[in-house]
């Protein structure tokens, strides 16, 4: 019996493909989405309550009503409404109580795919990929709306049957990017850092960062942002180098392409309307920068089944 406990079940892709084909939105060796919220799918098909795993892959967990308690790595959790939960891939873990009105999303991502994105987006890479196995932490209703909009985004990608394989990965890695930017925001801008003064640079970072929230869909020049902040234009890229590996200018391209993505989720929207929505001077000077950010033509990305 006691040897039993210790015994650890690899999730592997092949165990993860038979639920997959029944049931769940995914990309082989890529990305799995599973929820509850509009099936009824238990996280439970995936990961027997009370069996001990050794995850393959990172778990994160959004969500929505009720409750999960789980043990990640010998520490017991226990997942509430309206929190965010990361697991990373090496942990170990054991479900031991879903409440009757859990809703929740699910996401199981590849290690490669998230060291892909920190690579493409530069993100507190060194922090993100987490030095502990398990984080949680709560988040307000206009984030929880949020992740579960992109998790929606990402689930209709997948679904699509007219868009080839080589434009669905493009796509997908997008949303995914933009899904892995709202998260570390999350968790870095909501969480104390513990143990460790915030510096006068990392407080220039948050700043810049709640800029772009606020601006980043009228403004795109850094001169704009260094002057709000006092800053040289020079000294800010800086400082978004220092804390996230990319340039204030490339901060706001990722912001600028994330708010075109959302907007083309919405059917009525045709390009010129994006382009004057987010303040461009012709929808061609549009076209040009999302190719040029994305590798791919808004246009083609729209010609997609509706």
Request: glycine share 4%; aromatic share 10%.
């Amino acid at each position: 019996m006691e040897k039993n406990k210790c015994k650890y079940i690899q999730d592997s892709a092949i165990g993860i493909d038979n639920i997959t084909e029944r049931s769940i939105a995914y990309v082989k060796d890529l990305i799995y989405l599973f929820d509850n919220q509009y099936y009824k799918n238990a996280i439970t098909e995936l990961y027997a309550k009370n069996e001990n795993y050794h995850l393959s892959y990172g778990l994160m967990v959004i969500m929505l009503e009720g409750s999960i308690s789980l043990v990640v790595n010998k520490e017991d959790i226990h997942v509430t409404k309206n929190m965010l939960m990361l697991i990373t891939p090496g942990s170990t873990m054991s479900i031991t109580n879903i409440s009757d009105n859990a809703r929740y999303l699910t996401i199981l991502i590849s290690e490669q795919m998230d060291l892909d994105s920190f690579e493409r987006i530069g993100l507190y890479k060194d922090k993100v990929n987490l030095r502990c196995k398990c984080r949680i932490t709560d988040c307000d209703a206009s984030d929880m709306l949020h992740l579960s909009e992109i998790f929606d985004d990402i689930k209709k990608e997948i679904s699509r049957k007219t868009i080839s394989d080589k434009d669905l990965k493009t796509v997908i890695l997008s949303f995914y990017d933009l899904l892995n930017i709202n998260v570390i925001r999350i968790f870095n801008f909501k969480m104390e850092v513990q143990g460790k003064a915030i510096s006068r640079q990392e407080n220039l970072f948050r700043e810049y960062i709640n800029l772009l929230n606020t601006y980043s869909s009228k403004e795109r020049e850094v001169k704009f942002y260094a002057a709000k902040l006092g800053l040289s234009p020079k000294y800010l890229s800086s400082v978004t180098i220092a804390y996230s590996g990319k340039n204030a200018s490339q901060w706001i391209d990722e912001y600028v392409v994330a708010q075109a993505i959302q907007l083309m989720r919405e059917k009525n929207y045709k390009i010129q309307q994006i382009s004057d929505m987010l303040n461009f001077p012709s929808q061609s000077f549009f076209g040009r920068y999302f190719k040029r950010v994305t590798g791919v033509a808004p246009k083609r990305y729209m010609m997609r089944e509706i």
